[in-house]
């Protein structure tokens, strides 16, 4: 079991840049592929992000691939997203969350442990 914290939510207008960071407990973090997931009010829970336990193979759902980019560092215990050229729908609370699954996998049913989220809110 990993316990994760997600932090660097926050409000944003459209067009800008937000970094959010999700730091984990534990020594086996690099064990873990990591993912990141966000909810919309509303809306069901979508996959948006995840990459693999030494980070060399990255998955994107189209509707951020090009925007956003999901990075670890394993001696931090972290994992990172970048979101660049934000738009108002990606508005959402955003999870990261730990699987021991091989990647792809894109359901959130796969992954055993979940942050308690940041919320991001971008603005027109």
């Known amino acids: 079991q990993v316990q994760l914290v997600e932090s660097g939510g926050g409000l944003v207008q459209a067009g800008g840049s937000l970094r959010l960071s999700c730091a984990a407990s534990g020594r086996t973090f690099s064990s873990y592929a990591m993912g990141w997931f966000r909810q919309a009010p509303g809306k069901e829970r979508e996959f948006v992000a995840q990459?693999?336990?030494?980070?060399?193979?990255?998955y994107y759902a189209d509707s951020v691939k090009g925007r956003f980019t999901i990075s670890r560092d394993n001696a931090k215990n972290t994992v990172y997203l970048q979101m660049n050229r934000l738009k108002p729908e990606d508005t959402a609370v955003y999870y990261c969350?730990?699987?021991?699954?091989?990647?792809?996998?894109?359901?959130?049913?796969?992954?055993?442990?979940w942050g308690q989220g940041t919320q991001v809110t971008v603005s027109s």
């Open positions: 990459i693999s336990r030494n980070g060399g193979l990255t």
């Open positions: 969350a730990a699987t021991h699954r091989t990647l792809p996998s894109y359901s959130g049913t796969y992954y055993s442990d």
